[in-house]
């Protein structure tokens, strides 16, 4: 989308047969418009939607997020992985304040031999760390409805990709029951370079995300059945 070369005849074909279009971001947004500008269109920011029973009901686990200042949370997370060694490093060599609380969704299963590992890694940081069985999905919502920063391995319809050298990492603005991502960065590793990505990591947490224009506009989720009920 973002290319000025290849591809153009299949976006017009695309855009022309699309009854919407969604775009989750306003550059992305305004490089469409250079090819075809249409009213089917619709920006609508990135969200996970998290249903208040969910929060009601959280496990005691996850309880211990409570009294955290700052949550972090490191979803499916495999070995190997450069996900994991960014949590190795940063358990290992960077350790964050002590009010912050570390979140990690394994995706291997059986989890126990790598959960393990970590916590021996992180055997001075026990109070911080709180772990997710694979298929644990009312937990990691709730856990990210906590979050101040979420790092995961790119993905694509439910598959993860490049784990060996890429992390997908959002900073995170919470609304009601909606989980927004007004930044993010993508980390590629080049030789070592868990240390760096975890210098990053501490510097984004310190800094207070700015609020999305669009937000104010019409609620994202309702919008979304709006325009599936079309």
Do not use: W
Request: proline share 6%.
């Amino acid at each position: 989308m973002r290319s000025p070369f290849g591809g153009t005849q299949t976006l017009f074909t695309t855009f022309f047969f699309a009854d919407k279009i969604i775009f989750a971001d306003r550059d992305t947004y305004n490089v469409a418009t250079m090819y075809m500008k249409k009213p089917n269109f619709e920006l609508i920011p990135s969200f996970i939607y998290t249903p208040a029973d969910i929060k009601e009901n959280e496990s005691l686990t996850l309880k211990k997020l409570k009294d955290k200042e700052k949550v972090i949370v490191f979803a499916n997370v495999k070995y190997p992985s450069f996900l994991f060694e960014i949590l190795q490093e940063l358990l290992t060599n960077y350790p964050l304040p002590s009010g912050t609380g570390i979140v990690i969704s394994l995706s291997e299963k059986p989890a126990g031999k790598l959960q393990h590992a970590i916590e021996e890694t992180g055997k001075g940081l026990a109070d911080n760390l709180i772990f997710i069985a694979p298929d644990d999905i009312r937990s990691i919502l709730t856990a990210c409805s906590r979050a101040d920063i979420i790092l995961r391995p790119l993905s694509c319809e439910g598959a993860t990709y490049f784990e060996s050298f890429s992390v997908s990492v959002r900073k995170t603005l919470h609304s009601g029951n909606y989980i927004y991502f007004p930044g993010g960065l993508v980390f590629v590793r080049e030789g070592k370079t868990a240390e760096m990505c975890v210098k990053i990591i501490n510097t984004l947490l310190s800094a207070e995300p700015d609020t999305i224009p669009e937000l104010k506009a019409e609620d994202s989720y309702k919008k979304i059945i709006k325009i599936y009920q079309e």
